[in-house]
């Protein structure tokens, strides 16, 4: 299978994701933890159905020590006892700001709240960040068909 675009050699598309790399640098240097940036990002990639995403943070979040009990569990995250509060507040955050279009009211203020429980103010903002963030590449990822399978850990740099 074959992308219907490469975005790999388009200079538009290497321009465009030089722009959103530097965003995921930022949040990537905040103090959200960074276990939870990945579970975040597979949770996003999951409801998207963005393959090249969800290969791509599962195998990072390995190659960071995740284990693979937690990371099978993240679609079930609500049935899991893997993961603390705060992360389930983020997962919760994570799906609602993502499946927007899903619920007339948007991210609910109980989910706001929960999460605002957990995460001081700039953790919250690189949070928000990053489930913005991870959503523009899984549409870029999915629109154009990006096969998954191939990532490797650290193969971007």
């Keep these: 299978m074959d992308a219907r675009l490469d975005l790999f050699g388009n200079p538009v598309a290497a321009k465009f994701f030089r722009y959103i790399n530097s965003a995921g640098k930022a949040i990537a240097d905040s103090t959200l933890p960074s276990a939870t940036q990945e579970l975040v990002k597979i949770r996003a990639s ?31 995250w609500r049935e899991a006892k893997v993961f603390t509060d705060a ?13 927007i279009a899903d619920a007339a009211g948007g991210v609910t203020d109980a989910a706001w709240e929960n999460a605002a429980k957990h995460y001081d103010e700039d953790q919250l903002a690189a949070l928000v960040s990053l489930i913005a963030l991870i959503n523009a590449y899984n549409r870029v990822n999915v629109i154009v068909q990006q096969p998954a399978g191939d990532y490797q850990p650290g193969m971007f740099g």
Aim: charged letters at 25%; proline letters at 0%; aromatic letters at 2%.
């Design 46 to 76: 999951q409801i998207n159905g963005c393959g090249f995403c969800t290969d791509m943070h599962t195998k990072d979040a390995t190659a960071a020590g995740e284990t693979a009990q937690r990371l099978h569990m993240v679609a079930a």
């Design 87 to 99: 992360e389930r507040a983020a997962l919760e955050l994570t799906e609602q700001g993502t499946r």
